[in-house]
């Protein structure tokens, strides 16, 4: 029987042919991980982590924060945690920063807890205020008032979720004004949700409410007066990192010292929120308007 014999330049064009189509099938992939990963791979100068706490005024200034990382080229996290947690993991090097800190009354305690293990960047907001609120029409001005008044608010403060620094200066007004009254703890949207039923009805009710907030472009509300300043004198919106953050993140960091913006801001993307608007939609209509401040954010990397 004759026996076939291949010429070793047919050999080399099958060898050839073969090792192109593994090329071929190689850069596919590749092209096609990147493109499923949102070109990260290529594109992406390393991650940023942000925690925050579910208040509407953190959601609006961290989905708005996130945007602008991502602008510049970040990969970006961010991590809702209640606020004794968001110490905690901030101190632990958990997540890179946060903008939800509010000092330097309202969580004063925290902070005298952490202060050795956390980077103070500086406030991003200020002007800020926490205390009792009523809607305009109740006929009293002052906490000190509150006591002769218990049946119409049913010995009742509505406030928010537990940990929040709110809540301690609550606890501490009840004490140092003499308040037969019982704190009742809820969420953000627990006590929105009270107030908007009270108002609609037109009933009596106190609650633990902060500026900026969507609440007061909705409603006429007022704030007690607080002769015996359980609730301090005011607050800013403020920055932290994670120790270390400066020298391994350096454009991360800059970014976050330069960030900082107006009351009238940050409401308008509360009230788009509040509104029905996604808060990514929110955020990124607000970045949209904005074109110079965020820029000059993001220069701050460079």
Known sequence: MAKKHFRCDKV????AKTLL???????????SGCTEEGDTLE????????GYVLWD????STNVLRQVYERAGYKVDIIAVDTGPLYQALANGEFDLTVSSWLPETQKNYWEIYKD????????LEGCRVGLVVPAYVTIDSIEELNGFRDEFDGEIVGIDPGAGIM??????IEMYDLDY????SSGAGMASA?????????WIVVTLWSPHWAFNRWDLKYLTDPLKAYGTGDNATTLARMGLEEEKPGVYAIAERFHWTQEDISSVMMDIENGMPEDEAASKWISNNPEKVEYWIEGEV
């Open 57 to 60: 005024g953190e959601i609006a």
């Open 21 to 31: 189509v593994v090329v071929v099938a190689l850069v596919a992939v590749f092209v």
């Open 43 to 50: 594109t992406t100068k390393g991650e940023v982590s942000i």
């Open 12 to 15: 080399e064009d099958i060898q």
């Open 117 to 124: 293990e956390i980077d103070y960047v500086g406030p991003n």
């Open 182 to 185: 019982v704190l009742e703890s």
């Open 168 to 173: 301690q200066n609550t606890e501490d007004a």
């Open 195 to 203: 107030l908007k039923r009270a108002i609609g009805n037109g009933d």
